[in-house]
């Protein structure tokens, strides 16, 4: 069975890939969990710069050691080592290259579903507006790269431009856009592996010109595939809202989603319920189309809250400024989505 000294031995072994020191001598193995019934690790470790491809490969470095040492599954959170450790090795330490993965601003934002059809993608676009809405500086992925609609639902018709080598996101709604959408033709459809999957994502983080940006919402395609799997890796820190419909079974689905946000240590905001119910405007009546307590049911198994239920209706359409998935700002689910981003940003502190 492994114990924390043994634990301690064979990850403290492997080289910081910045300093070239071992965790060890830098004293970077800030926690150590173990759970002997399902012999999972957990480790949270140290080093100069987050949100790396250096980080990525010290992460598979340390899995594969604990695996062979007898761990059955590894989880790993990283952290950046404190000012006074990279100060006495500052020769060693290269200098930050300004990033949007390393950036302190900006807060990443997952919105994540364990199953398609719950309007995960119009819950994102519509959260992105309500925080531009607020006065918030506020980017856009749609990381779902085999079903990508963020453009066609904003009603985003321009492509980006390129400027020196960075790319420039489209603006719509206040709100910066970057989507695999941009760069097919003709709606084609994606034929890829995972990681070619993982080195577009990583460009949308690397080769985008973002600027400073206040949230970054990432627009994740549903389940915990390849994508969802890269974006736990490339973002220890990132936040995660997760949408269901009230019906049970999509609750008892979206679970997954919850609870590999929770296994890998990113923070679940809270739970929206979407498709709530429908409200009829003659008699005011309620309708519970898809039953309900599902989004209840959900947050109180992912140990947080609901953060808003967006009943059935559609956009009010502008032929002039057409975008199919936008809430105006007075319509009733306007409104709603305004609330909710108000709770996300008042539990972020910003």
């Known amino acids: 069975m492994l114990t924390e000294a043994r634990i301690r031995e064979v990850v403290g072994s492997l080289k910081e890939p910045f300093l070239h020191k071992t965790l060890a001598e830098l004293n970077a193995i800030e926690e150590i969990k173990i759970k002997e019934e399902k012999s999972h690790v957990s480790v949270k470790v140290a080093i100069a710069r987050t949100g790396t491809s250096e ?14 040492a007898g761990a059955a599954t590894v989880g790993i ?18 200098e930050k290259e300004k990033n949007l993965l390393n950036s302190q601003s900006t807060t990443f ?7 398609g059809g719950v309007g995960k993608s119009t819950v994102s676009v519509n959260l992105a507006v309500a925080l531009a809405r607020l006065g918030k500086k506020v980017g856009l992925i749609d990381a779902d790269i085999y079903g990508f609609s963020v453009p066609d639902m904003m009603g985003i018709t321009n492509r980006p431009v390129v400027r020196g080598e960075k790319i420039i996101p489209v603006e719509r709604f206040g709100v910066q856009v970057i989507s ?3 760069f097919v033709e003709d709606n084609s459809p994606i034929i890829w592996r995972g990681p070619m999957l993982g080195k577009m994502l990583n460009s949308f983080f690397n080769e985008v010109e973002w600027g400073d940006i206040d949230y970054l919402l990432l627009d994740l395609p549903p389940g915990t595939g390849d994508v969802a799997l890269d974006v736990h890796s490339m973002l220890p820190a990132c936040k995660e809202i997760i949408v269901t419909t009230p019906h049970p079974t999509a609750a008892f689905v979206a679970a997954r989603a919850g609870a590999m946000a929770m296994k890998t240590d990113h923070e679940v905001l809270g739970v929206i319920e979407n498709m709530a119910y429908f409200e009829s405007k003659l008699t005011g009546e309620k309708e519970y189309v898809f039953g ?6 959900l947050a109180d198994e992912l140990n947080t809250e609901v953060l808003g239920r967006l009943p059935l209706n559609q956009p009010d359409w502008n032929d002039e400024d057409f975008a199919p998935s936008i809430y105006q700002e007075d319509h ?18 910003k």
């Open 332 to 349: 009733q689910l306007g409104k709603i989505y305004l609330e909710i981003a108000g709770k996300v940003a008042d539990r972020l502190g």
């Open 77 to 94: 959170r990283f952290n950046q080592l404190p000012d006074e450790v990279l100060a006495a090795h500052r020769q060693a330490e290269p």
């Open 292 to 297: 309900r307590g599902g989004g209840d049911k």
């Open 180 to 182: 695999m959408g941009f």
């Open 109 to 115: 934002i997952a919105i994540a579903s364990g199953k």
């Open 55 to 68: 980080q990525l490969q010290l992460q598979t470095q340390i899995v594969n050691l604990l695996k062979e």
